[in-house]
Structures are given as structure tokens and as C-alpha cells.
């Protein structure tokens, strides 16, 4: 009887820091520092666009698991410049063509919709920094 109450106890502690844990990746995911702006290398400008409408997705312990296996802020230091640059490429194809943040996400949070001057400001930062890491 006193083994089944240490058990249960023992199991609720661990599924309770399970749960804590996973809470505290989902609120420091889209904020911590460490996916702000990998080691500098994003303008600040180009931060606070991606932090409001791509991060959400775009980053370790979001539930979008194929948009962190596209691509994941969280982990863009450890991309090789190779990577980095086909990423770019894609950003730049996928704002440009307004496929990103994707329509179905957009319906439930209008304030991530990209104004064409954040389009214009992601697309040329994409391509340039795709086109310096090619060289």
C-alpha cells in the first residue's frame, strides 16, 4: 500500500515537471534570447518582424512540427552557411509570394499578417544574406 502511494506520488512529480517544462518551452520558445538573434546575425528590424509573425511556427517547442522541420530559428547557429543560404532563398521566395505566415495561421491571428513594407524589408534581407554566406 505505502509502495502504490510513492509510486503515484513520484509519478504526479514527474509528470507535473514534465508539464512545467513544457510550458516554459512554449513561453520562452517564440521569446528567449537565444532565437531573438542568433549570434547578431539578424538586423534589429528584421527581428521584430520575425519574432511577431514567424517564430510562433518557426521555432523548438512550437506544436508545428512540419514548420520546424522546415525551419527552425532556435536552431540556426548550428546550420552550416549552406543551409542558411538555401533557407534564405526560401524566406525570400515564400514572403514574397505572401505564402508565409500561411493563410489558415493568419485567419486566427490577423496581427502576424505582414505589411508589404515588412515584405519588402525581409525579402531584400533574405536575399542579400543568402547571397553574402554564398560567397
Given at each position: 500500500?505505502?509502495?502504490?502511494?510513492?509510486?503515484?506520488?513520484?509519478?504526479?512529480?514527474?509528470?507535473?515537471?514534465?508539464?512545467?517544462?513544457?510550458?516554459?518551452?512554449?513561453f520562452?520558445?517564440?521569446?528567449?534570447?537565444?532565437?531573438?538573434?542568433?549570434?547578431?546575425e539578424?538586423?534589429?528590424?528584421?527581428?521584430?518582424i520575425?519574432?511577431?509573425?514567424?517564430?510562433?511556427?518557426?521555432?523548438?517547442?512550437?506544436?508545428?512540427?512540419?514548420?520546424?522541420?522546415?525551419?527552425?530559428?532556435?536552431?540556426?547557429?548550428?546550420?552550416?552557411?549552406?543551409?542558411?543560404?538555401?533557407?534564405?532563398?526560401?524566406?525570400?521566395?515564400?514572403?514574397?509570394?505572401?505564402?508565409?505566415?500561411?493563410?489558415?495561421?493568419?485567419e486566427?491571428?490577423?496581427?502576424?499578417?505582414?505589411?508589404?513594407?515588412?515584405?519588402?524589408?525581409?525579402?531584400k534581407w533574405?536575399?542579400?544574406?543568402?547571397?553574402?554566406l554564398?560567397?
Amino acid at each position: 500500500m505505502k509502495t502504490n502511494k510513492i509510486f503515484i506520488a513520484t509519478s504526479l512529480i514527474f509528470l507535473s515537471s514534465v508539464l512545467l517544462y513544457l510550458i516554459a518551452q512554449r513561453f520562452t520558445g517564440a521569446s528567449g534570447s537565444s532565437i531573438i538573434n542568433p549570434k547578431g546575425e539578424f538586423p534589429e528590424e528584421i527581428v521584430t518582424i520575425l519574432k511577431n509573425s514567424c517564430y510562433d511556427c518557426h521555432t523548438s517547442g512550437t506544436q508545428n512540427i512540419m514548420a520546424n522541420f522546415a525551419l527552425d530559428f532556435k536552431k540556426w547557429d548550428q546550420y552550416k552557411d549552406e543551409k542558411k543560404s538555401q533557407l534564405l532563398i526560401k524566406i525570400d521566395e515564400e514572403v514574397s509570394e505572401k505564402n508565409m505566415p500561411p493563410k489558415k495561421y493568419l485567419e486566427g491571428n490577423p496581427g502576424k499578417v505582414l505589411t508589404d513594407k515588412q515584405v519588402e524589408l525581409v525579402t531584400k534581407w533574405a536575399k542579400e544574406e543568402a547571397t553574402s554566406l554564398s560567397k
